[in-house]
């Protein structure tokens, strides 16, 4: 198998700072209150966003409080994407808006969780590295937790956004709290800066916006040792000055340290809602970081956004669909195709395992574009392929991703080429005509762990394909999770029918890009092209899909001017 492409994250790249006695790095810690959901992961993205945009160098993480070692395995009904990094982390979603954010690649050692915090600690322990002393909570787990975050900022970072999860007053949160107490201790007080969002609820029958849960849930940080030194208060509504006093009174906040967040229109407008509200320079003040914010490259974005108003409307055909943030990088890189061609992309969430109301009913039939996201296990297979075949049938652009290209694969298999009973040895391992397997290497591995494809690997694409014409080059990169792959025992027969695999590994062993030859747009990649999208860079797949989508919308060609101003994410 070809060997991954285990770049240095640009974030914590370059010159090495001093010994730990003498951090550089200034530490920026976001903390959570009252409720979960506020949208912590974002005000922090938009913190390290405006940071950058004062020319600091920003790397961020995530301490996630539970056990698990990584998100990998964990459902996404219940938590959301997993989001890869270019080294092949599994990690938490919350990295995807940091990579978004502040575009930089992030890598593992930017999410934590106590279960891995505590697998460190265990196997020092089982080596002997504790000389025979108790181990604890405080100072082993703390001191573990205080290395990780040291960690990221020994690499000529200027400063580390740390996030943690989960909400205070939570059981499991109280060693991330400990530690980050402390750490201001450690590397001195001019260096770390805590950030606390709460929410201030709005009560109808009193037409009131309520102080009290920010409050309680400051007095809460406090009883854990930690003074904030903002806070950003999330609302429906905007808050009156005259609250902020009421806030920064009770909290012993600064008032310029007590920032509102309203709801937003969009996402990327919060940078500059915080900008306007003061929080960075607050925060820079505090650190004692000097100069000016240059937020116009930002302006310019969202007002790229906000001129994004001719409608496509694209379809996900996925199972997880009842849980969107399942599919969030698909969903964003979406968004950024649409901005790139000044076109808001209206998502349609498709249950694929309604596979009789997907066709029958009609389901698809109103729809510009459809994507078929990645996915694992059976559930749900027969609606994408059935997806993919109307899609393919009837000319409608169609990108599949990881799952959905080995979709498009099997669908083709058994429609165009006769093979009946086509399928992934991962739904039916009986399949006469396995056209998607595991490669030899790892059929014998019986430790499935072992076995995905996880991060960035290289792909040639076919000069004048579709997918060398979206990227606009020939060598390309990708974040890969996989394990199932095309079986190379049939590529030979999909060739020779307008089937091609336009992009493969550099050993030209695994097909990495399909495409169907006349067709305006039925794409398929075995890697996770969304994991690289920016707002201002979209990955190349998802702007051509949108492309094609406006095309089929109003039948005409897209201003190529308007695109081709943009350049495209991946390099
Ligand atoms: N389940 C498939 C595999 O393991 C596809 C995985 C995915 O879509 N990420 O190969």
């Given at each position: 198998m070809t060997s991954p492409v285990h770049r240095v994250p640009a974030g914590v790249a370059g010159a090495t700072a001093g010994s730990p006695g003498q951090h550089r790095a200034k530490h920026i810690f976001v903390t959570g209150g009252v409720a979960s959901s506020l949208g912590k992961g974002i005000t922090a993205s938009s913190l390290g966003r405006l940071l950058k945009a004062r020319g600091l160098r920003v790397t961020m993480q995530k301490l996630d409080p539970y056990i698990n070692v990584d998100p990998g395995t964990m459902n996404p009904f219940e938590h959301g994407e997993v989001y890869v990094t270019e080294d092949g982390g599994e990690t938490d979603l919350d990295l995807g808006h940091y990579e978004r954010f502040i575009d930089e690649n992030l890598s593992q050692a930017s999410n934590a969780t106590t279960g891995s915090i505590y697998q460190a600690v265990l196997a020092a322990e089982r080596r002997g590295d504790y000389l025979g002393r108790t181990v604890q909570v405080i100072p082993h787990i703390t001191d573990e937790i205080k290395r990780r975050i040291t960690r990221l900022g020994n690499h000529g970072t200027d400063v580390v956004i740390t996030e943690v999860g989960?909400?205070?007053?939570?059981?499991?949160i109280l060693p991330f709290l400990e530690a980050i107490r402390q750490f201001r201790n450690d590397v001195g007080r001019s260096n770390v800066c805590y950030v606390h969002v709460t929410l201030v609820p709005f009560i109808g029958p009193s037409g009131e916006q309520k102080t009290k849960p920010t409050q309680h849930s400051v007095t809460e940080l406090r009883s854990r040792g930690i003074q904030p030194d903002a806070i950003v208060c999330r609302s429906e509504q905007p808050i009156s000055d005259s609250l902020k006093r009421k806030i920064s009174d009770l909290s012993d906040v600064p008032v310029a340290g007590v920032v509102n967040a309203p709801d937003a229109g969009n996402l990327y407008e919060i940078p500059l809602i915080l900008h306007e509200e003061g929080l960075d320079d607050e925060v820079c003040r505090i650190l004692g970081i000097e100069g000016a914010c240059d937020t116009s490259a930002w302006e310019a974005l969202v007002s790229r956004v906000e001129a994004s108003t001719t409608p496509v409307k694209i379809g996900v055909v996925g199972?997880?669909?009842?849980?969107?943030d399942a599919y969030l990088s698909v969903a964003e890189s979406l968004r950024h195709g649409g901005f790139a061609h000044r076109a808001k992309v209206e998502l349609e969430w498709i249950q694929a395992e309604d596979v009789e109301g997907l066709l029958t009913e009609g389901r698809l039939r109103h729809l510009d574009g459809i994507v078929i996201p990645g996915g694992f296990g059976e559930r749900g297979i027969e609606g994408k392929i059935a997806a993919a075949g109307y899609a393919r049938e009837n000319d409608v652009p169609c990108l599949g991703l990881c799952l959905g290209m080995q979709v498009m694969t099997i669908e083709y298999a058994r429609n165009v080429l006769g093979l009946t009973g086509a399928s992934s040895g991962e739904f039916d391992?009986?399949?006469?005509?396995?056209?998607?397997d595991l490669m030899d290497a790892q059929?014998?591995?019986?430790?499935?762990?072992?076995?995905m494809r996880l991060g960035t690997y290289p792909a040639k694409l076919r000069p004048g394909s579709q997918v060398a014409e979206a990227y606009g080059e020939t060598l390309v990169y990708e974040r890969h999770r996989h394990r199932y792959e095309f079986n190379p025992a049939y590529r030979s027969r999909f060739a020779d029918t307008g089937f091609v695999c336009s992009g493969v590994s550099p050993d030209d062993r695994l097909v990495e890009f399909i495409e169907l030859e006349g067709h305006p747009f039925w794409v398929g990649t075995q890697a996770h092209p969304e994991f690289k999208s920016r707002p201002d860079r979209p990955a190349p797949l998802f702007r051509a899909l949108v492309g094609a989508a406006l095309e089929r919308a109003e039948g005409r060609r897209p201003h190529l001017l308007d695109v081709d101003a943009l350049p495209v994410a991946g390099r």
């Open positions: 989960g909400t205070v007053g939570d059981i499991e199972k997880y669909v009842s849980l969107p391992r009986s399949s006469p005509h396995k056209v998607i059929r014998h591995v019986v430790d499935m762990g072992g076995t």
